[in-house]
């Protein structure tokens, strides 16, 4: 079965970038969120990010107005019933995502495969909460996702093979780079990222040396495209302490455990650049 509508469950940072570049591979796409002010802002932001793509020549208006044209904003998580395949990308929140699942599983088809773009939560455990564990993957996108090439694709061990193979190719289609990775909490990406994130706040706090300093030595002494503090703010400083206390809880390992002065900033309400305020300051 190949999939062609898709609905995307959720049109905040994430959501709204997965709904974006599954509209402009061509699949009819519906896109949900909890009210209408958070749909209205999440599909202007992806007209604006369409329209600055067209500006820098990276797109025509034509297939601006083609991936418009194939996406829908809704409220009612009842419009995904023809769906077939769901990408749950709401807030990283256990208890919504299982609601979410539950409430998919009741309204959708028994051949739609649901995926999730959790950064931490564990996948089996929101496939059973389905009655078609076997239909169930993650789909984990990265930031800002029409820019970012990879998507990881997680199988759990109740997975069938099969669904596998087809999200693959879905996300090749979207025209990702798909990797495939083991239902361990964290996949490859963040499993190997949140341990370094979390040690340059560590080296910070300790004075090694600036923050600039460290944002500068990473970019040129490693070729990274941006340095750890500037990363933190892009991801969202309460997301990444929201993730690093999960793997901590999962592995019980010190180099998951959120240092003092993360949990200071999400406190301070410092949580990056969708606040205007994380380890640098974007308010001007
Ligand atoms: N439409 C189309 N193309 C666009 C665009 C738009 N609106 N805006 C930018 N682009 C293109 C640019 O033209 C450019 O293309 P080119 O290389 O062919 O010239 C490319 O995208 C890069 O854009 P910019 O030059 O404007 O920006 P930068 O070069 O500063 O790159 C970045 C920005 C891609 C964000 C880069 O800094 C980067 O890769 N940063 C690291 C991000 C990262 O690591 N993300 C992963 C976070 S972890 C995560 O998400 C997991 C989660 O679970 C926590």
Redesign the pocket.
């Known amino acids: 079965m190949a999939i062609e509508r898709v609905g995307v469950v959720g049109c905040g940072l994430m959501g709204r970038g997965i709904a974006q570049v599954c509209a402009r591979a061509g699949h009819a796409t519906i896109v949900s969120e909890i009210n209408d002010d958070l749909l209205a802002t999440g599909m202007a932001s992806i007209e604006k ?2 329209g ?2 067209v500006e ?1 020549g ?2 025509s208006e034509e297939e601006m107005q083609s991936t418009l044209g194939n996406l829908t904003g809704t409220t009612d998580l009842g419009s995904f019933a023809e769906c077939d395949l769901v990408i749950e990308a709401a807030t990283e929140n256990r208890e919504m995502k299982l609601e979410i699942f539950r409430n998919l599983d009741e309204i959708c088809g028994p051949g739609a495969i649901f995926g999730s773009n959790t ?1 931490s939560l564990n996948i089996t455990e929101l496939a059973v909460s389905t009655g078609r564990p076997d239909r169930v993957v993650g789909v ?1 996108f ?3 996702v ?3 090439k990879l998507v990881e694709v997680v199988g759990t061990m109740l997975v069938d093979d099969s669904v596998v193979e087809e999200v693959k190719a879905f996300g090749q289609g979207l025209g990702k780079v798909v990797v495939v990775a083991r239902d361990r909490t964290g996949f490859i ?2 499993r190997l ?1 949140v341990p370094y994130l979390l040690d340059a706040i560590r080296v910070l706090d300790e004075g090694l040396a600036k923050m600039e300093d460290i944002d500068q030595a990473m970019k040129l002494g490693c070729g990274y ?2 340095g750890p503090f500037a ?1 933190l703010d ?2 969202g400083i309460d ?2 302490y929201y ?1 690093a206390n999960i793997m901590y809880e999962e592995f019980r390992e010190h180099q998951f455990a959120p240092p003092p002065l993360l949990r200071r900033m999400v406190l301070a309400g410092r949580h990056g650049r969708k606040t205007g305020r994380g380890f640098y300051d974007y308010s001007k």
């Open positions: 990010f369409l600055k793509g820098k990276k797109i950064s984990h990265f930031n800002p029409p820019l970012m990406v963040n990222l495209p941006m990363l892009l991801v997301t990444t993730i």
